[in-house]
């Protein structure tokens, strides 16, 4: 456009010059020619302006758009950047998605070979004997181990009794008594529950007295039959142990303290006495007296004071139950008791009981140790001697034995007092004994 117009001018000026040269520029041509030159060059520098300003907007456009590409450029270095640590990120991820799948592969690949394995072994087994679960433990072996555990007991314990049997050397039986006492056993006394350690309350009703279920009462309180029984079966032996007759005068002895002489002592002499006789029993045993507290009577004056000459036998004589039963008390203890009674006074004493009574029981002191019993021994018509179940060593008993015999004592027999088998074979037998009333007085003498 712009060129066309110069174009224009050019032709407009050469012939503005053409014409200027022939006439004057005040001439009409002329001036037209140069008013349009004018005009021309006006348009032109119009156009001018026009294209010089669409220039300077083109320019201030281009300069927006390269300032707007300049900011996306950045954004993208922005975006260029995070993709580079994206693509970081995504290395290491796909990395681990290799490692993983690898791993996943080889852990598949591994199931299924074992599915085939096992494919192809249970093809090979076949089930030949189904297990089943117990219903009790296989181990340890309970009834086996409680068997052997019960045999093994029962082999210590069979051989513990034996050891202790062959170590123990008390007495336990009639048959050990009779064999070393080498005496004829006179009876044995069980072992009583109930013994009568207090002085007895039942004395006063002693003779034809009955306990509740009508058995007759002995010297205890004891209600098994098995006890009177005992004594009613030594009072026997006791009677038919001489063939004259039963011995008058008694003594029992034994070696030791507690081994029951006061108490058979007692007992014989009731369960005589129950035989209608009349019975003396004498507390020789000046030491020790206690025949006062079985028979709950006082306690002096006594033997000491008959023997010393203080008094005569009927100032001592305490009687039990009426004139059947008396107890010579021991009274004052003196400090000379064996040569009391070794004394010409006992001899004398015994003469007159004997005179007197039917039966004299003597309770002595125990044999070991004093001399006693065995003077008073050589004084009796026999001598019953006492030993202990379970207590009394069967060895003293043949020492006892040996010291009576020495003396020429008239031994009689031996009574095992606490003794196990005392109510044997015959304890069903002694329970439904009834030995029925007491006999009447002069029995004794009759039975003798
Ligand atoms: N068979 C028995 N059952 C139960 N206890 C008994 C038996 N024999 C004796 N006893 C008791 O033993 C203790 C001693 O008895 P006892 O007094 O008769 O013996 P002892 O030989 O006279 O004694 P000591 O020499 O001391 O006079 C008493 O308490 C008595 O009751
Ligand atoms: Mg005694």
Request: with cysteine.
């Amino acid at each position: 456009m712009l060129h066309e117009l110069h174009v224009h001018l050019a032709i407009a000026e050469s012939e503005y010059a053409r014409v200027a040269t022939q006439f004057k520029p005040t001439y009409p041509a002329v001036a037209e020619l140069g008013r349009k030159a004018d005009a021309i060059r006006a348009h032109i520098e119009a156009e001018a302006n026009r294209v010089v300003e669409s220039v300077r907007t083109a320019y201030r456009s281009a300069r927006d758009q390269e300032e707007r590409l300049r900011a996306r450029v950045e954004d993208q270095k922005g975006e260029a950047l995070k993709l580079k640590d994206a693509g970081v990120e995504y290395a290491i991820l796909a990395r681990e998605v290799e490692s993983n799948r690898a791993l996943y592969e080889s852990v598949l690949g591994r199931m299924k070979e074992m599915a085939v394995a096992v494919e192809v072994r249970s093809s090979n087994v076949s089930i030949v004997d189904r297990a089943v679960a117990p219903t009790a433990p296989s181990n340890p072996p309970r009834t086996r181990n409680v068997l052997l555990a019960a045999a093994l007991a029962a082999i210590f314990g069979i051989v513990v009794a034996l050891l202790r049997e062959a170590l123990d050397g008390r007495l336990k039986t009639t048959e050990e008594a009779e064999l070393w006492a080498r005496l004829p056993s006179l009876g044995a006394v069980p072992q009583m529950t109930a013994a009568p350690a207090a002085p007895v309350p039942l004395l006063p009703r002693l003779f034809g007295a009955r306990l509740p279920d009508g058995r007759p009462i002995v010297l205890c309180r004891e209600p098994d039959p098995a006890v009177t029984d005992s004594y009613r079966q030594i009072r026997t032996s006791l009677l038919l142990s001489r063939p004259g007759g039963p011995p008058r005068t008694m003594l029992v002895a034994s070696g030791f303290d507690g081994e029951g002489k006061t108490l058979t002592t007692a007992n014989l002499a009731v369960a005589f006495a129950q035989l209608g006789g009349s019975v003396l029993v004498i507390d020789a045993d000046l030491r020790r007296p206690s025949c006062h507290r079985f028979f709950a009577v006082p306690s002096g004056p006594g033997l000491t004071e008959v023997l010393t000459g203080q008094c005569c036998l009927d100032d001592v004589l305490r009687p039990v139950d009426g004139h059947r039963l008396s107890v010579v008390p021991a009274g004052e203890k003196p400090p000379n008791p064996t040569e009391l009674l070794g004394s010409a006074s006992m001899r004398e004493l015994l003469a007159d009981a004997t005179g007197r009574f039917d039966h004299v029981f003597l309770d002595s002191p125990a044999a070991f140790g004093m001399a006693d019993a065995v003077v008073l021994s050589t004084l009796v018509d026999g001598v019953v001697l006492v030993a202990r179940g379970r207590q009394t060593p069967r060895r003293l008993l043949g020492k006892l034995r040996a010291r009576f015999a020495y003396a020429r004592a008239p031994l009689l027999g031996v009574v095992l007092n606490g003794a196990d088998d005392a109510s044997e074979p015959y304890g069903a037998y002694h329970a439904t004994l009834d030995p029925g009333p007491p006999r009447p007085p002069g029995a004794a003498r009759r039975a003798a």
